[in-house]
């Protein structure tokens, strides 16, 4: 949808320059070749990571979810970062709008859902007081 | 060779359906005759099937809207009128043929009546607002609406093919599980609405970029019109929510076709957790559809109070806020599920703080008409009739939200009176309102006043007298959906409501000729100026109705209420300003792929819902063919000549400069 791309550009001229996803600054093709490849070494290296602490008995068992939590976090501010191209930079503030607004979605739905099934029958009737009643 | 079905999937024992839908076919065969016969085929394909035009598409999804709001309407009928004769006897309606009624009502007017007319008002009006000549993904929003009209076609062959869902507007399992509900009235359910779901899915991510990336110059965010506001607030929402629908359907969907236990009872399935995970949408969907009639609502106070709206920034931070925290308030709908204490009061103060949000529009809106000078035309009426029934739908509301009041009103009539209340007094009533306000910018003429009057007290006192007796009867313990009813006591009020229904019939009626005699008699309600109704946004800036490209030049802004500047600039200074330079313009090119892609979505569900495999391959196939074909186009837009630009502007220009001169000599004020 290139020939949208730049009407946005066209008429959404207010303030600084905002960049859509998959619309990128102009770089050098060796900067994208070197930021892929960096971004799939650390990858590689974190998804190696999560099946060394599961097999391994480097780390104290309880903790081994612990960590594979924290090498999934890291996963994916790698995917973030290097190959969805999130930055801090001012031209990026819608997108990263758009991420924070869809992390607290997905947050409120998870633990909401969590929190409501844990909840599922704190205050049911006992069957055999049903049963009782019934009669 | 065709799956399920064979000749027992018409219903020809049940005469209530089969002559239905013998009217429909020969109706619609009778409107594509005249069609055919008249030669209008080549007009409609090229103006308005192909057109990705957002007013053409707003004003096809509002056609849609009233159409299947008609069919809800008729459901509604039968449903009162079966309560109100079936006591201490079986009525008209068979029990299967009630429930059918029920479930397609809701459906219906939710999501094929009530969500076309939110997103066609979206669509119409908020790129007129922001000054721009499109929306920002012009054929998306094509098949966006086809595919939303593709789900409505699917809910409508139910009544002649096969049947509908009997399990309630939300298919709640387990009774929706192929144990309880063999039939194939839930996979109706289930396709139509995720092939429409798509389709407001679209619209949705179109909406957002348009007003996140497509304003005018200087159309700064806080110089945009509430309704762009909430237009915004909605498709996020609709973003944010509607994919939570796809996936609990498509649960559903893998449950009842390939036996998976998501939300059986056994095998480790969790009917609460449908509940659950239906109404972290259904809770926002309420507020995708009331959001845009705040927006309406806001805009028809401030211009008929002459005023600009009160608490601009208050009203932007009242719908922001909502739309987060519609977020966070859906176990509001399974209060009596068992929770513990602490979950039900999370989430009954979570339910009542949204109407403090509520709260601040409404004495936003109070405030702007004070002091102003109100006029009381058709849509004025409609937004104080909303004032005075929506401000009790949100009290029965509040009510509803405190968990132990809740535990005796759930799934009552009171809780029927109460949605309908805020629905209808909400988004029905804000459709009509804004149905007669933006009517001359699309149609180029007025809808007569006198006929929209007598439409809007016909259908304002109808509706009060349909539901107070639903409220009165929820108190006396009455619950929902009863297909015969057993208590002598309640049979006055389920007459009482009744007669309400009568009177809103008549307001129905009135609303038809009101639109007949505006047609009719359109050379005496022409809008000459482009701004029928003293207007303050950037809308009223082009003559009516609006040309394709809205704008010959583009606005540029330098304030709030962006027309209203221009307008004062022009009466202080006497003089219009000065003609701007005009340059050619790129439209986006007609497209068939919307319709394409949704006549074989159609087929891929019905071929789905009746299990032919064969079929939905096809469609499928074919509507990926007509994805790639429309990726390879090369030519994807046309140049407006100048001259045309020019011809448009000129004539708007004279009629404006008449009515300055109008003005000059103190002739009168605007009209």
């Known amino acids: 949808m290139s020939e949208l791309e730049t009407d946005l550009h066209r008429h959404g001229g207010i303030g600084h320059e905002d960049h859509a996803p998959g619309d990128e600054p102009h770089e050098s093709v060796g900067h994208w070749v070197r930021n892929y490849l960096l971004g799939l070494f650390f990858a590689v290296v974190l998804t190696i990571c999560s099946f060394w602490a599961a097999t391994s008995h480097m780390i104290w068992a309880p903790a081994v979810p612990v960590a594979i939590v924290v090498f999934a976090i890291a996963q994916m501010g790698v995917h973030l970062v290097f190959f969805l191209h999130i930055t801090t930079g001012p031209d990026n503030t819608n997108n990263v709008l758009a991420l924070a607004f869809g992390v607290l979605v997905v947050f409120l739905l998870v633990t909401g859902s969590v929190w409501i099934m844990y909840h599922l029958n704190h205050n049911m009737m006992p069957t055999d007081e049903m049963m009782q009643m019934q009669r | ?671």
Not at chain 2, 179 to 205: F, R
């Open chain 2, 1 to 671: 060779m065709f799956g399920k079905l064979d000749w027992s999937a018409i219903p020809f024992n049940q005469p209530i359906p089969l002559i239905t839908s013998v009217i429909l076919i020969l109706g619609i065969l009778g409107v594509l005759g005249l069609i055919t016969v008249k030669k209008w085929w080549g007009y409609l394909w090229r103006e308005w099937i192909t057109s990705v035009d957002h007013k053409r598409i707003g004003v096809m999804y509002m056609l849609l809207g009233v159409v299947m709001l008609i069919r809800g309407f008729a459901d509604a009928i039968m449903m009162r009128t079966q309560q109100a004769v079936a006591i201490h006897s079986a009525g008209y309606l068979e029990p299967e043929h009630y429930n059918q009624i029920f479930s397609a009502h809701g459906t219906i007017m939710i999501l094929f009546g009530a969500m076309p007319l939110v997103i066609g008002l979206m669509n119409f009006v908020a790129p007129l607002q922001l000054g721009v000549r499109d929306v920002a993904f012009p054929t998306f929003n094509s098949v966006g609406f086809w595919l939303t009209a593709s789900g409505a076609l699917l809910v409508n062959i139910s009544l002649f093919v096969g049947e509908f869902s009997r399990v309630g507007w939300l298919p709640y399992a387990p009774l929706s599980e192929t144990t309880y509900s063999p039939g194939v009235g839930v996979d109706y359910y289930l396709w139509a609405v995720q092939i429409s779901g798509v389709g407001t899915l679209i619209t949705g991510i179109n909406m957002v970029t348009t007003v996140l990336k497509m304003r005018c110059p200087g159309m700064t965010y806080l110089r945009m019109p509430v309704f762009c506001w909430t237009t915004l607030a909605s498709s996020l929402l609709i973003v944010a929510v509607f994919p939570i629908l796809t996936a609990t359907l498509a649960m559903l969907t893998l449950d009842r076709y390939f036996g998976f236990h998501f939300f059986t009872n056994d095998a480790g399935g969790s009917p609460m957790m449908f509940m659950n995970l239906i109404w972290a949408w259904g809770h926002p969907e309420v507020y995708i559809l009331v959001l845009p009639a705040f927006g309406v609502f806001s805009e028809i106070f401030s211009t008929f109070s002459g005023k600009p709206l009160f608490g601009y920034r208050s009203m932007v931070a009242a719908t922001l806020f909502i739309c987060v925290v519609s977020m966070m308030v859906w176990l509001h709908h399974f209060f009596t599920m068992g929770a513990g204490a602490a979950v039900n009061t999370f989430f009954g103060i979570s339910s009542s703080v949204i109407a403090v949000g509520t709260g601040v529009k409404i004495y936003n809106w109070i405030f702007t008409m004070y002091g102003g000078r109100v006029r009381f035309e058709t849509p004025m009426l409609w937004s104080m009739g909303f004032i005075f029934t929506f401000i009790i739908g949100g009290l029965t509301g509040v009510l509803l939200a405190v968990p132990p009041a809740d535990f005796l009103t759930h799934n009552s009539m009171f809780l029927v009176a109460h949605f309908h209340n805020v629905i209808v007094g909400g988004v029905v009533f804000a459709v009509f309102a804004a149905v007669e306000y933006w009517f001359p910018k699309a149609f180029g003429f007025r809808l007569h006043a006198g006929w929209g009057k007598a439409a809007f007290w016909f259908a304002f006192i109808g509706f009060w007298v349909t539901f107070t007796p639903l409220y009165i009867l929820g108190l006396q313990g009455m619950t929902r959906r009863l297909q015969h009813i057993d208590v002598e006591a309640w049979r006055p009020m389920l007459q009482l409501s009744v007669v309400g229904v009568a009177i809103l019939i008549v307001g129905v009626i009135c609303q038809v000729i009101q639109l007949v005699v505006s047609i009719l008699q359109r050379d005496k309600l022409r809008d000459e100026t482009g701004d029928p109704w003293d207007g303050r946004s950037l809308e009223w800036a082009t003559p009516s109705p609006a040309p394709f490209f809205n704008f010959a030049v583009m606005p540029n802004v330098e304030g709030e209420e962006a027309y209203w500047g221009i307008k004062q600039r022009a009466i202080d200074t006497q003089q219009l300003a000065p003609e701007p330079d005009y340059r050619p313009v790129e439209m986006p090119l007609n497209s068939p792929v919307g319709i394409y892609t949704a006549f074989f979505s159609t087929v891929t569900g019905f071929a789905l819902i009746w299990h032919i495999w064969w079929l939905a391959g096809l469609g499928l196939f074919a509507a990926f063919i007509g994805f790639v074909v429309f990726a390879w186009r090369d030519v994807h837009e046309f140049e407006v000549p100048v001259e045309e630009l020019i011809r448009v502007e000129r004539g708007r220009r004279a009629a404006r400069d008449a009515f300055l001169e109008r003005i000059r000599q103190g002739e009168g004020a605007p009209s």
